[in-house]
T-cell receptor, first 113, second 111 residues
Framework: GAGVSQSPSNKVTEKGKDVELRCDPI?????LYWYRQRLGQGLEFLIY????????KSGLPSDRFSAERTGESVSTLTIQRTQQEDSAVYLC???????????FGPGTRLLVL | SQQGEEDPQALSIQEGENATMNCSYK?????LQWYRQNSGRGLVHLIL?????REKHSGRLRVTLDTSKKSSSLLITASRAADTASYFC???????????FGQGTRLTINP
């Protein structure tokens, strides 16, 4: 079956512009996560959606970052007024309710010039 | 800050040798997972060990968990060039719904 997909694969933008990243989770997966990974670093948790519950936004680094998810489908991560320090790979993962294993997408590599 | 901490940060061995990576964590957990990442892209789940388990095997992988020391190890036996990747441990803390990842070990297998 299809895995987690993300688009775009790569995004180059100018400082100050807004960007929108998309994640399509595996069908039937109720939980969806966004992570940020800077070069050579581990994964930083950003936000977590579980069904229709209020999302856990505790990892969002600033109010320039926001994310939405409609039901158990697509999610978008929006970064407003991008800064150079936002350059990173943004990874999305989804999980079925119950089992703990997360399934990751290929990521979006964001470069802010 | 990340709970899991892997060591070593980088490991380079010859093909056919065994590779051992370690992970330490700080709080009580439900389970600990190991993931592999190739070329800085998506992570692939390797193995999960629960807090009441001490050892688990999957193919050439062997994972141990010592909850008294809050540590885990991942052993890859008979390494292959294709095992070259970064390996991350991730902990699923009690009461939380999200994984906390370490900084990873970068493993290089030399042919």
């Amino acid at each position: 079956g299809a895995g987690v997909s993300q688009s775009p694969s790569n995004k180059v933008t100018e400082k100050g512009k807004d960007v929108e990243l998309r994640c399509d989770p595996i069908s039937g997966h109720t939980a969806l996560y966004w992570y940020r990974q800077r070069l050579g670093q581990g994964l930083e948790f950003l936000i977590y959606f579980q069904g229709n519950s209020a999302p856990d936004k505790s990892g969002l680094p600033s109010d320039r970052f926001s994310a939405e998810r409609t039901g158990e489908s697509v999610s978008t991560l929006t970064i407003q007024r991008t800064q150079q320090e936002d350059s990173a790979v943004y990874l999305c993962a989804s999980r079925r309710q119950g089992p703990e294993t997360q399934y990751f997408g290929p990521g979006t590599r964001l470069l802010v010039l | 800050s990340q709970q899991g901490e892997e060591d070593p940060q980088a490991l380079s061995i010859q093909e056919g040798e065994n590779a051992t990576m370690n992970c330490s964590y700080k709080t009580s957990i439900n389970n600990l997972q190991w993931y592999r990442q190739n070329s800085g892209r998506g992570l692939v789940h390797l193995i999960l060990i629960r807090s009441n388990e001490r050892e688990k095997h999957s193919g050439r992988l062997r994972v141990t968990l010592d909850t008294s020391k809050k540590s885990s190890s991942l052993l890859i036996t008979a390494s292959r060039a294709a095992d070259t990747a970064s390996y991350f441990c991730a902990t699923d803390r009690q009461g939380a719904q999200k994984l906390v990842f370490g900084q990873g070990t970068r493993l290089t297998i030399n042919p």
